[in-house]
């Protein structure tokens, strides 16, 4: 929540004030403290929200009123019985507000504020604060900053979902700024167990609050003669040398700088083809040390610094994004530069920040463009991460369980262009055998002029009812996507546009779509309950009324018009209720996806929801949405860079997340074989590449499968080329054979993936987990940014690199780890190579483990009474607790669940499978249990019906010898 006007309590003492002239005064409050400093801010507001977690408000005005906050949910303690805090003078300066488990001091000369443990050991520290005033829309607002603990060792993760591969983030600059790729989420923990969430809806950053800017604005350049000025920049065509002339800067960042930038000697930059362009020349700093840096590009960008190439990158032309990177100058001295560029329709642009003073460069500092206030919660999780995700999960909202259909494969691809071509897909697996839980139908389903209308292409999707029915009769589920974009001549549009609920900016301005001629569009307004309710009631008898499961609610950042530039994009996205569009840049997802999760909950009270947003912020979890990465591109790095984001988001608190296998986009050499459509109306050039380019494809999208079958969701998506098991591997192919075994293994993990899955519920638990989550104590483990938990037990290690059949893996301090495929026991603590032909990814379980193993299904619930195996990993003590429910319905809401609790003694060899606790609806009484010790040496890949005892189980406890 966010404050209104603060009251004070009727029942608290009068205002307390220190005893020196000038002094500031602090009051007690129904649910915290009020404080009037002498300087800084004009009143601090300190409420108790939980027994670990304090909220903090710094104004500009005494009793300003703040709107109400969109992340929070949670209300503030009462101050009653097990609720109570202590507010208490310290000295003359300071007074402190004392929770159970935090404490928090505040200055009342200047406001500063110092957080403190149970214990009462310092850990968050406030070292900077700014409030600048600004004006937005022509309204007050302030671009605030404040800054903790300057020159911390602590290292720091989440943030949402990022791109460049980064995990420790201290020391780090991250834009929270919503894009296809990115998802901003303004939380952060760290590896000594506190979190800061920080409520602001404006563009933000964690790091550096100074904007990039271009090399010019910081740097001197010169170009490749050496005279002053800027860079110089070749043109080519057909390798031909055509025009060579200076620039100021490397920008052509949006479509705009492309049109104004553009050399006119060229012609229209749409319709260039075979052009390169060269920059060569120096960079040069007064200022000493290591310099952050930004390559901003889509299409073939090489980048050499000195001689030595540090970045060749590809995306495609119309999704451009910032690739990071360090370079350390010393003052005064050269550096070289030479980025070549291949532009087939994308844009390039380089930025640059000077460096910080090394206490401020690493610290934990959050900076907004746009405030009423700084805003933001602390929380203590004491002894762990998991904690703080509690924390941040009470603030902002529990997970929904998911359904359990939800975790087996989702088969997609941009697009299915008739309802046959989906139908024929699900007929192919279920004869091949091969297990699929969800089939997708991606966008464009709709008459070509009625985005947003509801409608079904007649011709392609004659019957969408029966579409529904056919994939429920083969024992799947379909999602359906859905957008915030209409057409401007649809009826839901101007119904809409009549009542206010839609932006207009868009239209107004002319601009078209992609789609065949293209169109004037935009997207509704979702920040007030009317725009929410009315388009729910819009789509219902169209789309919600056919029976589909699931919602994949699209371009949710949103994209309004893309690669526009930013001060022209803020004014397609509002005004809202909150004002202009920049107060509200980052939250759309998730008012965009509260309105139609509550809408379907009241729809289909028993049914359990399953939303797929492609932006996210804080507290969308509680809107039973999972989340995944964007439009991605078929390149190795990019399968990198999707480790370290899956890894950040869930330690962000949103704990289902997926990735498009494969990715989305690829290059046109990867464009073999049986090719479907793409996107923005583009040529899609089809069997153009080599030997090797399809080697490499295939290779790329196996590796890709493998990394999916452990993430939380497992999802094969993108567009051109089809993605199908039957369609992109070939019949008897190692490929086929690998793709198989891991779908199936899926399913055999079952078990344990739903267990697992259902403590982000029931316990506030995490999927995807970093290293640092279970091993704080191992410093190794803090930066590595290409492994990380699935659960507690499984150590994942995927393969980035095209041809490698080995990978490093460190094996965390603490435990043992077994090898999934050949049983061998690596210690802990150390790095080793793992062997990983190209039909295995290398695997480890922790020794102590109990992993529930289940057969072969073609859906999750195919065999609900088959028996389970309960692989135990000796050489540790170990403990797994059974979740079992229905899978579809929000009976767990009503407890209705079962646990089993399984352990393992290592001493004495005993495996104790507990007694049953709880039940529900079609529970399975009586089963088949079978244990299964892994020793060193032993597979576990190898047998998967092996076991060494079995037991029938009837609910009561049972205890099994080694």
């Not at 790091?207 to 800017?213: T, V």
């Not at 009812?465 to 009769?473: I, T």
């Not at 499961?549 to 994209?559: H, I, Q, S, V, Y």
């Not at 001493?907 to 089963?927: D, E, F, L, P």
């Amino acid at each position: 929540m966010q404050f209104k006007a603060i009251v004070p309590a009727a029942s608290c003492l009068a205002v307390l004030i220190s005893g020196h002239a000038m002094a500031g005064t602090f009051e007690k409050t129904a649910t915290g403290v009020v404080v009037k400093p002498d300087s800084g801010a004009k009143e601090v507001r300190l409420e108790v929200m939980n027994d670990n977690i304090i909220h903090v408000v710094k104004t500009d005005q005494a009793g300003k009123e703040l709107t109400p906050s969109l992340m929070t949910i949670a209300t503030p303690v009462s101050g009653k019985g097990g609720e109570k805090f202590e507010v208490t003078a310290q000295g003359k300066d300071k007074v402190t507000l004392k929770a159970k488990k935090i404490s928090v001091a505040v200055s009342l000369a200047t406001g500063q504020v110092q957080f403190f443990n149970a214990a009462g050991k310092a850990f968050l520290t406030q070292a900077a604060e700014n409030m600048t005033p600004v004006e937005v829309g022509g309204k007050p607002f302030m671009a605030v900053t404040q800054g903790f603990n300057h020159g911390t060792k602590d290292a720091y993760y989440g943030l949402g979902q990022h791109q460049n591969g980064q995990m420790n983030l201290n020391g780090e600059d991250v834009l929270l700024m919503q894009h296809n790729m990115v998802i901003a989420v303004p939380f952060v923990v760290s590896d000594k167990n506190y979190g800061v969430l920080w409520d602001n809806n404006s563009i933000s950053r964690f790091g550096d609050p100074k904007p990039y800017g271009f090399l010019s604005r910081d740097l001197k350049l010169a170009d490749a003669d050496g005279k002053a000025g800027g860079l110089t920049a070749r043109y080519y065509v057909d390798d031909k040398l055509v025009l060579t002339r200076q620039e100021k800067d490397i920008d052509y960042q949006y479509l705009k700088d492309v049109a104004d930038n553009w050399p006119k000697e060229l012609g229209d930059p749409k319709k260039a083809v075979g052009v390169k362009v060269v920059w060569d020349g120096t960079l040069t700093s007064d200022k000493p040390g290591v310099h952050k840096m930004q390559l901003y590009s889509s299409d073939y960008a090489k980048l050499d610094i000195d001689g030595k190439q540090i970045m060749d990158v590809w995306r495609q032309g119309w999704n451009p994004w910032y690739h990071n990177f360090e370079l350390k100058f010393e003052a005064n001295k050269p550096v070289k530069l030479h980025l070549e560029w291949k532009p087939s329709g994308g844009m390039i642009a380089m930025t640059h920040n000077d460096p910080l003073p090394a206490p401020e460069r690493h610290s934990l500092t959050f900076s907004s463009e746009v405030a009423q206030s700084i805003n933001y919660y602390v929380i203590n999780g004491e002894t762990s991460i998991d904690k703080v995700i509690a924390g941040y999960r009470h603030l902002t909202g529990e997970a929904p369980m998911m359904p359990k259909w939800s975790y087996g494969l989702w088969q997609s691809r941009q697009r299915y262009e008739t309802q046959e071509q989906l139908l024929g897909v699900l007929r192919e697996y279920r004869k091949q055998g091969w297990p699929v839980d969800n089939m997708v139908q991606d966008w464009f389903y709709w008459p070509q002029d009625g985005w947003g209308s509801h409608d079904f292409d007649k011709v392609r999707f004659p019957n969408p009812k029966g579409l529904v029915d056919e994939v429920h009769k083969n024992n799947a589920r379909v999602m359906i996507s859905i957008w915030g974009k209409f057409y401007e001549n649809t009826k839901n549009y101007q119904e809409l546009n009549k009542a206010g609920y839609m932006w207009t900016k868009n239209v107004e301005n002319g601009d078209l779509d992609w789609v065949g001629p293209g169109y004037k569009n935009s997207h509704y307004d979702p920040y007030t309950k009317g725009a929410q309710d009315m388009y729910f009631r819009q789509m219902k008898p169209k789309l919600v009324d056919l029976g589909f499961d699931a919602w994949w609610m699209d371009n949710t950042e949103p994209d309004v018009l893309s690669n526009t530039r930013l001060e022209d994009f803020k004014k397609l996205i509002g005004p809202t209720v909150y004002g202009a569009g920049e107060v509200t840049f980052n939250p759309y997802s998730l008012v965009h996806t509260e309105g139609f999760y509550n809408h379907l909950i009241k729809d289909q009270p028993q049914k359990r929801q399953f939303i797929l947003s492609r932006s996210g912020f804080a507290g969308i979890q509680r809107n039973g949405t999972a989340l995944w990465s964007g439009d991605t591109v078929g390149r190795w790095n990019n399968l990198y860079d999707q480790i370290s984001a899956g890894v950040q988001i869930s330690m962000s608190g949103i704990p289902n997340w997926t990735h498009d296998i494969g990715g989305y986009a690829q290059e046109v050499r990867f464009q073999t074989g049986d090719v479907g459509s793409a996107q923005e109306n583009r040529v899609v050039a089809a069997n153009q590449g080599t030997p090797e380019d399809l080697k490499e494809w295939r290779e790329l999208n196996l590796r890709w499968w493998q990394f999916g079958a452990f993430s939380p969701l497992f999802r094969s998506h993108g567009e051109v080329v089809k993605r199908e098991i039957h369609i992109i591997s070939p019949e008897g192919s190692p490929m086929r054979e690998s793709m198989v075994w891991y779908d199936k293994l899926r399913y055999r993990l079952m078990p344990y993936i739903y267990s697992t899955a259902a403590t982000t519920h029931h316990e506030s638990g995490t999927i995807m987990r970093g290293l640092v989550m279970d091993f704080p104590e191992d410093d190794a483990v803090k930066n590595i940014a290409d492994q990380y938990l699935f659960g507690h037990s499984f150590l994942v290690a995927p393969v980035y690199e095209y041809g490698a059949r080995e990978r490093s893996v460190y094996m965390p301090k603490g435990a043992d780890w077994y090898d999934f495929y050949t049983g061998e026991l690596h210690k802990g603590g150390t790095r080793v190579a793992i062997k990983a032909p190209e039909t295995r990814m290398p695997l480890l379980v922790k020794a102590g483990a109990i992993i529930p193993v289940g057969p072969v299904t073609q859906y999750v619930d195919e065999k609900p009474d088959a028996p389970i195996t309960f692989n135990v990993y000796v050489g540790a003590d170990g403990t797994f607790s059974l979740y079992e429910d229905d899978g579809v319905s929000n009976g767990y809401l009503r407890k209705e669940f079962s646990r089993i609790p399984v352990t393992y003694n290592d001493k004495t060899g005993n495996v104790t499978i507990g007694a049953r606790a709880g039940s529900y609806k079609g529970m399975v009484a009586k089963r088949e249990f079978r244990v299964r010790f892994i020793k060193p040496g032993v597979s576990s890949s190898d047998n998967f019906d092996a076991s060494d005892k079995v037991v029938a189980y009837e609910g009561k406890a049972v205890t099994i010898k080694r």
